[in-house]
């Protein structure tokens, strides 16, 4: 159970490890599309972890790597397969850059071999919902300050006109460092950058 | 004893003395600007300077006395220099948010004074130009209008007194001069950025035909060169790369500014080359004493440095005189199979203020189905896109016909899923880009210039079939008109007999003498002649002259329409539409209660602001 | 027994001994050495270790003075009839070395590895609040003079010139009679300017050539020598005195009576500020040296050596301190440093112990003159720390050499 | 040539890759603590991009048209290149690198939906990849002088980055304004 509470909070991918910037910079510009791509993204963990942990101990380790990319690029196209046919709209907004998770999801698989499927199947669950959590969080404070809405209800235009900044890279780039140091603050472990 | 070190003869300069210079030198541009503003410009430099001495002082523990609030005197400058670039009219909330975000987030961030990699007044002038144009860019546009930076005037000496409206600080280039030469008298500041710079900004304006002395004393390069260039944390120590630094930022503002109808190039080429700074500076380590060569190796140097300036500009040269070819993939919307697209080949072909709308009409002559071409400034030149409504006016299809958006990024526009969007909506509909219709990530500016191309398009088609009919019924009699200018309310008199414009007046204007005189002894002319609103600007006062335009357009409307003869401008809606037309680049709608007044304000700012934003 | 830079001497007399003024002390067999000779007359009392001006320790000679002035026998000679070998034998003899501060063996210098055309005599006072050479240029021109001819004689160069900086009108009028009628004499005027007086600085002030970094003034056919060490040079020669006196500026505001003084070499501290009249309370700094690039004096009973050319006691107004304030970038220490270095960097870099960065920045040329702590507004430790990176890259080279790899390029 | 030359600065500084589009900042974060460190993982990077454009102006032919497998195809391109390229520099910096930077994908992915053909793939790639590798090596000449400064604990490592490449973005935005 440990290994999912510190997926969600103490090792959250995005606010404490820093991975999966790019989703959260350049794609999570509403709270709506931090949504859906942190499911998107918790249900691509889920299942390639799944799968090799089924099928990865079959294989000779000199193909495991590719195997794992190859698995992980199969996922996340079919996935964007299904939402472009479904909910075209959705994809206009996420962009082109939704198959960017395929990255950040290679980096966070673990590479060691998991004892037991629970294991597995929980850290990825808890990795998952950090970045759901985490997504939705910068979607909400990006799509305040540059929409002037939550989850496309208008909260504060009458008060405070929003604010392009916040929608584009530049401002995403800010908010999401201040969000990290805020982390970092809270954490008072100081931000360990593995480089 | 306590052991110290030597030597132990010390210059008695002070961070402290070398910051209250800053102070010091920076007040004839304080003056100058009050003197030219008023108190407003006072309030918004004082509070810009408080908040930002005060943001410090909490952030890093001081304790509260007066001297530990005002430290090193570095918040200080830091919040005076914002204050001056920020624009007279801006509302208390942005000095003061903006001194916290250069102080809290340029500066201490980055680990205090002497850290910071970029200069935090103009980090934070930058954030407030992307986050909240319209408070910034409303009366700064103003100046550019009025002001021909691209004109061929020669020197101008009221741009040189300060008699230009504008950012608080960057108008009186002799106060800015007088403190400059206070901080080279007190040798704070040498001569290689300054110099460079400016000297850099006029051989490429020279190189590319503009007027050389107005590019380097309008638009705030001046102040830049003297004030933000000079910030001794974010220039290179290197007296090499201090040239190398000043030549970027004249080269980079530039070539900004071409790019870009915004004047305030200098902001960002500064910030750029602060970013730049630190590899400039261990590319330029200087000459050490006894190692190769003195004299030769500093011709050599600086043969180099030309030798490269030079190629820089003449690359820039061959860019700007070859502008991006715009392939069209159909060059004209006449060869377009209009027929087939309407599924009808009764097709009347109707031209209305230069557009040309394809109708197929119903039994009673209304319009049934429409096709017609639009255009909107887009990034790189005008998108022209191809609109087709359905019965109900709403769109049936939106096609992108040409556009020289950048391969990759803007042109994505012409995907189907963004295209998509648009299908369904008709004039009524919100079109808040992001919310109504999603941007395309990669493509934002070129998004919004369809997003906003097509609102304007469906806009017009209206006003073409349906709205008021044009000049040439004009009812006789006399009008008043009024609209907003940059120096406030303008108000015509309008004298109307046999149908057509024979007088027109301005009864009342505040804009700044001297650029606006042309506007106001040639627009009645013109407006005249041309027996309509719709006439040719004076160049060098575009801004009043669309203010007059609209007036005499709204007392137009008033006996068209058969108003009451008073307009009266309601100071109030003007301050809340303003800023919005501004920030949705298009109509928005009009402010209950001053129908008219929006309307005129409208016509004078649709297109005089035609600003491409940020994201 | 340390006077000078090179091996110390090992003492010749033992406790017990009776010692005339001029008599050798210590001698040596290096090559790099200057022997050391009793400034007083009297019984040796203690061979130890005694703690010198700057704190550190040193093989010392205790003597109790007798006040007899008993003189040894100055061997007198004759520049004419001497060859340039047997100069360098009196020089060596006489135990001289630089006297500027730099403590390098005149006699090794009188022997200069290329060939030499012009002598240089440092007439521009290393430091401000030095008067020392201005002082023995204005009294002793004939002398100086002498000890020009008799360089140039050992080293066989062609010429000599005096700098002076031209804030010393006195020291060049005397200059220029002493050496009227020597053609191969001259008097350059220098502008005033910190630090005109270092070797190399100099040759590029007079001769406008530059000594390449790591290269000795032989290399472009110089040699520099202080006023005093060429005096000290002429007296060794010509009297046969060695090296047992010597002329020291006591100056600074916490002093009463600022003045030159020609004092014996072994002299404490104390007693060379006591004949000034003592000092006007506690001084902000006590300074062995000038003021720019002086050791702190940590010892008031510590002992002049050949090489100390002055003590400061500068009072509040005039002294100033490290505060390490934060470095605001202003550029100031690298327009001011005149070996062309970037100062504010080396500084950081030399402060956090990253050689390889302040190596590359070349750290080895820099003269150590303070200027960059000097006009330093944030007035960080620039200098010291600098002295500390320099320390570091030797270590770090004599590794490099122990070990025969390249740790950095 | 105009038009190389104009795609090559629009992607470059206006479209830059890493701070105008978001791309590419695990290789900001990680890979820039020195000037050569980030030199390499650039070269590397820069590499994959020019592989994965000449392979897509080779195979221009048989890209798939629908955009789901579209998209499959790109990002195995990027997958493959991004294998070829530490191969090509000779420049390894650690496994975990052989695998893909964003930067790559989302290049490859940006050529994908523009729809030009043939050798504009190579200088899209290159104006791209030029701006990519100058933002990383002027990024770490900024973390060189952020490293002596005393930056806040909390803002330490990520945080600074992220906020010195948001700043650097608005700088960029001036051109586009």
New interface residues.
Partial sequence: MKIFWEGLFKKNPVLVL??G??PA???T??ALNGLILGISITFVLLASSIINFVVIPLLPSSSR?AMR?LIL??L???L??VI?HTR??L???????F??M???A??LQNSEDQPTFGQVVLEALGQGLGFIWALVLIGVIRELL??G?IF?KEIISAVL?P????????????I???L???T??VNKE?????? | MQVRTGPFLRDTVTIEQVMGDVLIALIPTVVAGVLLYGRHALMVVVLSTLSAVLTEAILTRAPLTPKGIVGDGSAAVTGLLLGLILPHTTPYWVPIFGSFFAIALVKLAFGGLGHNIFNPALAARGMLLLAFTSEMIYRTDAVTGATPLWSTGSFSWPLFWGNVGGVIGETSVVAILLGAAYLFYKRHINWRIPVSCLGSAFILALVWGLDPWHTIMAGGLMFAAFFMATDMVTSPVTPVGELVFGAGCGVLTLMIRQYTPFPEGVTFAILIMNALTPAIDSLTIPHVFGVGASHKDRIRGFALTVGIVMVLLGALAVIENNEPRVRPLISDGHYLPMHELLGDPDVDVVEVNETRYYVVRDEEGDPRRVAFIAERNGFNGPIRFLLLLNSEHRIERVSVLKQGESPGFGELITRTAFLEQFVGLDKDSSFTAGKDIQVISGATVSSRAVISGVERALERFDEAFFGVDGPGTLNDGTFLGQAASFGGPLEVEVVVSGGKITSVTILRHSDTPGFSDPAISGMPERIVAANSAQVDVVSGATLTSEAIMSAVQAALESTSVGQGHELELDPEALETLLPAIIEAQGPVEAVSGAAVTSGAVHGAFRDALNIKEGQ | MLQHIGAPCEPVVGVGDKVKVGQPLGKTQAFVCAPVHSSVSGEVIAVEDRPLVTGKRALSVVIRNDGQDDMVRFEEGDLEDMSPDAIRQKVKAAGIVGMGGAGFPAHIKLNPPKPVHTILINGAECEPYLTCDHRLMVEKAPQLVGGMLAIMKATGASRGIIGIEENKPDAIKQMQEATKGQEQLSVAVLKVKYPQGAEKQLIKAILDKEVASGCLPADVGCVVSNVHTAIAIYEAVVQGKPCYERVVTVSGGSVVDPRNVLVRIGTPIQALLDFCGGLLGEPAALIGGGPMTGPPVLDVYGPVVKTLSGISALSYEEAGFDVNRPCIRCSRCVRACPAGLTPNLLGDYSNRGMTEQVIWLRAQDCIECGLCSYVCPSKRALVTWIKKGKADCAALRAKERELGVSICK | MTDGLDILIETAITGNLVLIQGLGLYALTRYTKTVRGAAIAGLNTVAGMLVGAAILWLLGDIVPTSPTSQIGFYVVVAFVSAIVAPWLTRQNTSAEYHVVDTALIGLLLLLAVRGVTGVQNVWVALGASLGYFVVLVIMATIRERLALAPVPKAFQGVPIILITAGLLGIALLGFRF
């Fill in positions: 820093a991975m910037l790019v910079v350049a794609i510009t509403t790597l990319a690029i199969v996340v196209v079919a964007y397969g472009l075209p709209g994809v206009a907004g996420l962009g082109i850059f198959p960017f395929v990255a950040d290679f980096r540059g929409f809405s496309g006109r604010m392009s900044l916040a929608k584009g890279v530049p401002g995403g780039l800010i999401v460092g201040l990290l140091a805020l970092n603050a100081g931000g360990e950058l593995h480089d």
